[in-house]
């Protein structure tokens, strides 16, 4: 499921967003602030983001720097009541692809989204396409050179999450915060387990492989077509 990160001080603002971006048939996160988000971001996968501008302890351009500066590609849609040339000019500097001003149509905002998802390759039916590879968030499956590669629940969940954010460092309690569950009791190492059975399952595709990065956790990188 395609996940928004929702950031905005007004709670009941923010509480209104996040309802109708459910009912659309989104995951949602909130945070109050960029210092909240990026908490957030640290221990879940998000494909875009909804950010306002004024806000305690970070506002809008120092979270958009912030992100940008670790080189996450994820869209970030600002959300203001500043209108002025220069304040939207500034929004872009800082790494924004988006911007609206307050009072916003939430329905608008929410075609804006599917805009913005269809143009980084994150398609509505929640395909990743990596080399002759396609891997199918809605029915948990991956296919490659035509042939369906069975997985369990969580080692598609895994992959899925992986691949989504190349080169990005996942820990142990970061997967398993997000696959498993913040509640969840499990010792991290089950994670080991899983990516053990889950490269067994993938070591004949040449187009991506799953990396330890020893001390930190694991990542994705996609292979090269001669590699």
Not at 75 to 104: C, N, S, W
Not at 193 to 205: F, P, S, T, Y
Request: glycine content about 4%; charged content about 30%; some cysteine.
């Amino acid at each position: 499921m395609v996940t928004v990160l929702v950031i905005e001080d007004n709670i009941d603002l923010r509480q209104l967003i996040a309802l109708k971006l459910k009912r659309s048939g989104y995951d949602v996160l909130c945070a109050g602030n960029g210092a909240e988000a990026l908490e957030l971001l640290d221990h879940n996968a998000v494909h875009i983001i909804i950010a306002d501008i004024v806000m305690p302890v970070m506002d809008g351009y120092q979270f958009t720097r912030a992100v940008r500066e670790t080189k996450l590609d994820i869209p970030i849609i600002m959300v203001t009541a500043r209108e002025a040339l220069e304040d939207k000019r500034q929004g872009f500097h800082v790494g924004a692809d988006d911007y609206m001003v307050k009072p916003i149509d939430i329905d608008e905002l929410i075609l804006r989204i599917e805009a913005l998802l269809r143009r980084s390759h994150i398609a509505d039916e929640r395909v990743l396409r990596i080399g002759d590879c396609t891997i199918s968030e809605d029915s948990m499956t991956v296919t490659c050179n035509n042939e369906i590669i069975e997985l369990r629940q969580k080692e598609f969940r895994l992959l899925h999450m992986l691949l989504s954010y190349p080169g990005k460092i996942f820990t142990r309690h970061a997967l398993m915060d997000e696959i498993w569950g913040y509640d969840n009791e499990s010792d991290p190492r089950t994670v080991d387990v899983h990516i053990k059975r889950l490269r067994e399952k993938v070591a004949d595709i040449p187009y991506f492989e799953i990396q330890t990065v020893r001390g930190l956790g694991y990542r994705a990188s996609i292979l090269s077509d001669d590699s």
